[in-house]
């Protein structure tokens, strides 16, 4: 008796072949995702952090802290310079547009933008903590790891 070998896949091979096109597939998906949104993605950085990560002028990031007491200084039209701190560190910061209405010295904000070659902030989007008990996670939490937040003060949604 002579057995011929079939050239064919058991159903195991198939649903394995299966499988591993779909992985594939979703990992080439996941990949172009991230490829995509790669240049929409902003960190977020303290003062502190800033200088030791050595962020490059133009690239866009958040920069959180408080606003350093007496550093506000409305110019021009709508254009405002402070300076955001975490009190280790501090950067100044220049925004042209409307700041929210609790914008004040000494208060938690999250302003987005680039550093400019001087080491400037310029900043397009400014947001400021909305009453005595919030403050962004993210900075809160940054500030915590500084020592400068008071837990008194809270930590928001």
Known sequence: MTMVMSSRRTRKQKRAALILAGVALLGIAAGLVLYALNDTIVFFYTPSEIAEKNVTPGQRFRLGGLVET????KGEGMTVSFTVTDTIKAIPVSYKGQLPDLFRE????????RLDPSGKFIADTVLAKHDETYMPKDVADRLKEKGVWKEGKGAGP
């Open 106 to 113: 000494g208060q938690g904000v999250v302003t987005e933008g």
């Open 70 to 73: 007496g550093s506000i200084v």
